[in-house]
């Protein structure tokens, strides 16, 4: 058995919907999520792990409490944990993050904007 | 202090060797490397963990011993730990691979093509 090839664009192309992350990969014990976003999230942070944001296709931005990281298509950040963050995009914005199984979007915020059992695509 | 941007093509720009993989970021204690890639690797395998591939430009093949994976820009796959692999590609291609730090690019199999101290760049 040898492993599938993973096509950001055709995955991307089974969902809509913003804020909502859709599991496309495991390595280990982490998890590769696409997510299409727009407008803005909530101030969060991760108090057990960085997080790593990589733009698919768009532009966003990470406001941080002391400046903000603007992300084009082709870049990445890497979001150390225990630092508060908002990520925001103007247009929609497809993204992929990759953290450890079981980290909720809204870390320690929590809410009505947090999202639990991801689904695979 | 709030992290910075990565930008991939930027990078890929500062160096041209073949097969000899450059750190660009850290994940807890994964590392993110680009590597620009021609011809064929060795066959080899990781036994602790599994490996990432990400095409970030180009096509490059994995030869497994029961098959073969193709990918393209903007596909990833997820070779699984202690599955043998030759990575290989006609021409040029430029990819990121993650996995943990001290992972070496030969794993078991050693030789004259290991790197070891990855440069960051």
Same mark, same amino acid.
């Given at each position: ?6 096509? +950001? %664009?055709?995955?991307? $192309?089974? +969902?809509? @919907? ?6 496309? $990969? ?8 696409? #997510?299409?976003?727009?407008? %803005? +999230? ?6 057990? &792990? @960085? ?12 406001? +941080?409490?002391?400046? !903000?990281?603007?992300?084009? &298509?082709?870049?990445?950040? #890497? ?17 992929? &993050?990759?953290?450890?199984?079981? &980290?909720?979007? !809204? ?6 904007? !947090? ?7």
């Amino acid at each position: 058995m040898i492993p599938k090839s993973i096509n +950001f %664009e055709g995955k991307l $192309a089974k +969902f809509s @919907d913003h804020w909502s992350p859709k599991i496309i $990969a495991e390595m280990n014990d982490y998890q590769f999520k696409l #997510v299409k976003i727009q407008g %803005e +999230f909530v101030w969060h942070k991760h108090d057990e &792990t @960085d997080e790593v944001f990589i733009v698919i296709d768009g532009e966003m931005s990470i406001h +941080f409490r002391d400046g !903000t990281v603007d992300l084009s &298509t082709g870049e990445m950040v #890497v979001v150390p944990k225990g630092v508060e963050h908002m990520p925001i995009a103007e247009l929609e914005c497809k993204i992929m &993050t990759i953290e450890p199984a079981g &980290t909720l979007n !809204t870390g320690d915020a929590g809410g009505d904007r !947090t999202v639990e059992d991801l689904p695979w695509i």
